[in-house]
Nanobody, 126 residues
């Protein structure tokens, strides 16, 4: 099964924290990277963060730098997105996906990914 599974989304107040998880297939471990994206209704999926499975290099969108942390656990084939100091503007459905290749530039583009999960909803209230 190539489709990842996201979990951890819920409703929180502004300033709160959440950790999302992305369970990937065992084949993904040999892929180069996993990315987190978010989407608002009617809007294009937006890059949030990405990590290389080998080496652990990370990249973040400017609007989450210093607030979000992406990590991976190879033994569980799982990628995490720790979200701190959440803002109402972070409200969205969050998705993860994996692909081969470098994070930059292809990994920043949601159209370069093939298999997406169902997403997990994060709602931040003022």
């Amino acid at each position: 099964q190539a489709q990842p599974m996201e979990n951890g989304g819920t409703s929180v107040r502004s300033g709160g924290s959440l950790t999302l998880s992305c369970a990937t297939s065992s084949r993904t471990f040999k892929n180069s990277m996993t990315g987190w994206f978010r989407e608002l209704p009617g809007k294009e999926r937006q890059f949030v963060a990405a990590i290389n499975w080998i080496g652990g290099n990370t990249h973040y969108a400017d609007f989450v730098k210093g607030r979000f942390i992406i990590s991976r656990d190879g033994s569980k084939n799982t990628v995490y997105l720790q979200m701190n100091n959440l803002e109402p503007e972070d409200t969205a459905k969050y998705y993860c996906a994996s692909r081969t290749g470098a994070i930059i530039p292809g990994g920043l583009n949601p159209r370069s990914y093939r298999d997406w999960g169902q997403g997990t909803q994060v709602t931040v209230s003022p």
